[in-house]
Each structure stands twice: as structure tokens, then as C-alpha cells.
């Protein structure tokens, strides 16, 4: 918008400069404007291009890596599955040393009712 303004400027001032300026005088510096304007926006489009191939490339190295990534998590899932299949009938520790004290103490109440002393 401000290159417009200024071209506006400039088409104004050639036209103050002259005494008698032609419509085809003004379109002509318009239409001179308009071409470097274009000239401009060319190479900006040029730089975008290049951008988007950069992002493209940035994007599949990005999907790739992901992929990967879910992979190896595929994996780690498909293992904590069969350990868990594995534990289900596995008792722990604590629970064992429970049991283990509880078959003690039955033992000792089952040999005082038969009369021995352990």
C-alpha cells in the first residue's frame, strides 16, 4: 500500500514538472510504476517458493522421525503387554513373606493341638 502511495506521488510530480502532459504521458509512468512493482513481487514469489521447498523437506524429515518414533513405542507397548500377561500370576514379595509368617503361625497352632511344641 505505501509502494502505491508513493508511485501515486511520483506520477504527480512528473506531471507538475511538465506543462502539458498527455494521457499517454501518464500511463506510461503508471505503467513504468507497475513493472517495477512486478519486477519486486517476482522475486519476493521466488523467496516463497524456496520457503516452501525448505518446509516440504522440513515436514518429511519431521513425519519420518514421528513414524520411527511410534514404531519403537509400538514395540514398548507389545512388551509391557506380555510382562504384564507374565506378572498376572506372580505374587509379590510382601504378599509372599505374609503368607510364609500366616503357614507358620497355622503350623505352630496345629502342632500345639496334636500335642507337640515346635
Known sequence: MQKLKLLSNFVIIEIMKKDK??????AGMVQRGFESVDK??????????????RFDLLTDNVNSRFDRVESRLDAIEMELIDIKKKLENVIDRREFETLKERVKNLENRLAMALGKKK
Open 21 to 26: 502532459t498527455t494521457i499517454e504521458d501518464l
Open 40 to 53: 519486486r513481487f517476482e522475486s519476493v514469489d521466488k523467496r516463497f517458493e524456496s520457503v516452501d521447498k
